[in-house]
């Protein structure tokens, strides 16, 4: 395959992805930067700098509601604009170790934000969560021990909530799998709500998968805390004003055929900062009363 | 088949019907009333009185939730207690009677409810509604030329969303189709909420399928109206205080096989009076503020 068409699959793959989460999909766009780096056949480093650099912005705007995909590749190209050698096979393997190196920091963050959320899933929580979150995995295979009940919603389209209700019952977790429209009742039987991120925009706000803002809402009805928790990379700089939710094939929310029906599938939605009770990451909890 | 099984079979038609409004299964209920008045084979009226007012009973009941079940279950009772003769061909005529007037004046209220919340949707509205409301539609119906758009959420699991859709879309209606889940964010792009209901509690509280709730929390949210509009039948005299939500199957919804994984299926949901911005029925809008 040729570096062109090599550059649109791997754009594509991270476009279309509809399940993975979005710390995963940035670790893969790093993956894809340090392929490329390894193997464009360049003949000196300021083809193969610019080359790169082009590819990681390409990759960097391919999911603009998942903030470290664009944190990770802007990283990387800050490290990349750095590398100081003549050396095309040097430049090379400073790349890709860049690259390698962001992904770890990416891992260590997830595990790090698990680690920072424990202390709000006491022994006898029941926890609601809404859709897949490779972090809130990770907070319960750390909790180990500690009896928890979870309740997660299904997330239609996509039915990210089956896989992660299959996830946490295989820890052993007792989880009660609902519909999206459930989760106003049974916040009313929780004492937390607790989900991922794709990204926190400036001024706190949730970008999230589609539904949980209305958890949130029901959560703020049922007077039960709200929090999200992420690695730092999902903290963005883009305020909600004008921010632009993804939005996907209709085809997939399965409308019924007729001339005058739009299906409409925007995959997330924005969660005020007021609705949130406190933002978990890797180093720490920040309430909402602390801001 | 025996007096027996026909109960049972009609009994079981009603509490198992996953798709009809509750307006439709009350007049459903008064047919099988009328149908059993005419043919138990009882030899005198003291007999046929009793076992028609047992079947009453027992169909009044077999949904809970449905406000217009036990209401017209229960006037078709007072009146049937209430015929004066002893002629057996008499009575069953009376009683068959009784139950046709009863499912008429619930078409007239349905009719009159739709025509009385016309004034909520003036020309260039965007109504989101959430399920199946057989009032919603006549509504739409009576507008005729009014261009308004209509946003329908699909209603999982039982997808009564999907027929409503398509119902509006044949009256050449611009209809909008999401998923349960966006429904947060398309209340912000609407200029008022407006569904149907299965029950009107004593305090003004709303019972309608879940996920309702959501949608009057982000209509709050958003500053839209959230109107309910119904025939006055579904209104009921019992409080939300203790009030039991109807549970179906959770093969419904699902669930990912796991020994750890139990899915529930909740029905309906409660709205609380307080983000109802008005009650709409054959007799007119009561709004909040009057109230």
Redesign the interface.
């Known amino acids: 395959m040729d570096d062109t068409e090599f550059r649109k699959q791997h754009r594509r793959a991270l476009a279309e992805d509809r399940v993975s989460g979005a710390s995963q999909l940035a670790r893969q766009a790093l993956d894809s930067l340090a392929e490329f780096a390894g193997s464009y056949p360049a003949s000196d480093v300021a083809e193969l700098r610019r080359e790169l650099l082009a590819f990681a912005e390409e990759l960097q705007f391919a999911r603009p509601n998942m903030a470290p995909v664009y944190n990770l590749a802007e990283r990387f190209a800050e490290q990349v604009d750095d590398i100081d050698t003549s050396d095309v096979l040097a430049f090379r393997q400073q790349s890709a170790a860049a690259a390698q190196n962001l992904s770890d920091l990416s891992v260590d963050a997830v595990a790090g934000a698990a680690t920072a959320a424990a202390p709000l899933v006491p022994n006898g929580s029941v926890v609601i969560t809404h859709t897949l979150s490779s972090t809130i995995r990770q907070l319960f295979e750390q909790l180990g021990g500690v009896e928890t009940e979870v309740i997660v919603s299904?997330?239609?389209?996509g039915m990210e909530g089956?896989e992660q209700?299959?996830y946490?019952?295989?820890l052993?977790?007792?989880?009660?799998?609902?519909?999206?429209?459930?989760?106003?009742?049974?916040a009313g039987r929780a004492t937390v709500a607790l989900v991922g991120a794709d990204a926190v925009l400036a001024d706190g706000s949730l970008v999230n998968?589609?539904?949980t803002?209305?958890l949130a809402?029901?959560a703020r009805?049922h007077g039960i805390p709200f929090y999200t928790c992420c690695e730092s990379f999902k903290h963005s700089p883009f305020s909600p004003e004008g921010y632009a939710?993804e939005e996907t094939a209709a085809s997939e929310?399965e409308?019924?055929r007729?001339?005058?029906?739009?299906?409409?599938?925007?995959m997330f939605?924005?969660t005020p900062a007021d609705l949130i009770s406190g933002w978990v990451t890797e180093e720490g909890i920040q309430s909402s009363s602390s801001i």
Chains 1, 2 share one sequence.
Do not use: Y
């Open positions: 299904e997330s239609r389209p089956r209700a299959r946490l019952a295989h052993g977790l007792s989880v009660t799998f609902i519909t999206d429209a459930q989760m106003g009742v049974f998968k589609a539904g803002f209305l809402l029901a009805h939710l929310v409308p019924p007729h001339r005058c029906i739009q299906g409409r599938n925007v939605d924005l």
